[in-house]
T-cell receptor, first 110, second 115 residues
Framework: TQLLEQSPQFLSIQEGENLTVYCNSSSVFSSLQWYRQEPGEGPVLLVT?????EVKKLKRLTFQFGDARKDSSLHITAAQPGDTGLYLC??????????FGEGTQLTVNP | DTGVSQNPRHKITKRGQNVTFRCDPI?????LYWYRQTLGQGPEFLTYFQNEAQLEKSRLLSDRFSAERPKGSFSTLEIQRTEQGDSAMYLC?????????????FGNGTRLTVT
């Protein structure tokens, strides 16, 4: 059972457009990680957010952690074809494992 | 360091056969995780090790699945009497407990197809 809901599930946009994807839960996160996965590869960590209201930027990617630490968003400015991939949010659960959302499959068309 | 390595990259097997996958983690990492991922879904946790000890197993890990990490380095995941529903990408990841909010470093997975 996935504890994290990601939306939208699929997103197809044109190069140069902006987009936002969301990660939500009914429970509070102590921290949240965002990963990107390209076809045929494993997920790669983009960022970890820890503090409610925190905003982190990674080039054209902006990550925000909700004030109540129950949600997070990823905003991409001026998307490029290289941004294509599966974007996953993940939170720590019992023990030391991460639980992942189902992901947002992003396609950026040239 | 070349990162997490998984072998084979692809495996096609007939239903009922046994298969074994190998994972070589980043050498200084003491934790090793196995996840399963089906198309269009996020990875689902199967099990994890700290050094050689298997500390947690998911309900998804039926008795046909067994994982080992005998010397606290590489790990193997064996699936006995494979079923078509076992077809998936099997991902291995490693991490170091000494890092706050330790990120997982994933391998590129083994894609299993059961015919």
């Amino acid at each position: 059972t996935q504890l994290l809901e990601q939306s939208p599930q699929f997103l197809s946009i044109q190069e140069g457009e902006n987009l936002t994807v969301y990660c939500n839960s009914s429970s509070v996160f102590s921290s949240l990680q965002w990963y990107r996965q390209e076809p045929g590869e494993g997920p790669v960590l983009l960022v970890t957010v820890v503090t409610g209201g925190e905003v982190k930027k990674l080039k054209r990617l902006t990550f925000q952690f909700g004030d109540a630490r129950k949600d997070s968003s990823l905003h991409i400015t001026a998307a490029q074809p290289g941004d294509t991939g599966l974007y996953l949010c993940a939170r720590g659960t019992s023990g030391s494992r991460l639980t992942f959302g189902e992901g947002t499959q992003l396609t950026v068309n040239p | 360091d070349t990162g997490v390595s998984q072998n084979p990259r692809h495996k096609i097997t007939k239903r009922g056969q046994n298969v074994t996958f190998r994972c070589d983690p980043i050498s200084e990492h003491n934790r090793l995780y196995w996840y399963r991922q089906t198309l269009g879904q996020g990875p689902e946790f199967l099990t994890y090790f700290q050094n050689e000890a298997q500390l947690e197993k998911s309900r998804l890990l039926s008795d046909r699945f067994s994982a080992e990490r005998p010397k606290g380095s590489f790990s193997t995941l064996e699936i006995q009497r494979t079923e078509q529903g076992d077809s998936a990408m099997y991902l291995c990841a490693s991490s170091w407990t000494g890092t706050v909010n330790s990120p997982l470093h994933f391998g590129n997975g083994t894609r299993l197809t059961v015919t």
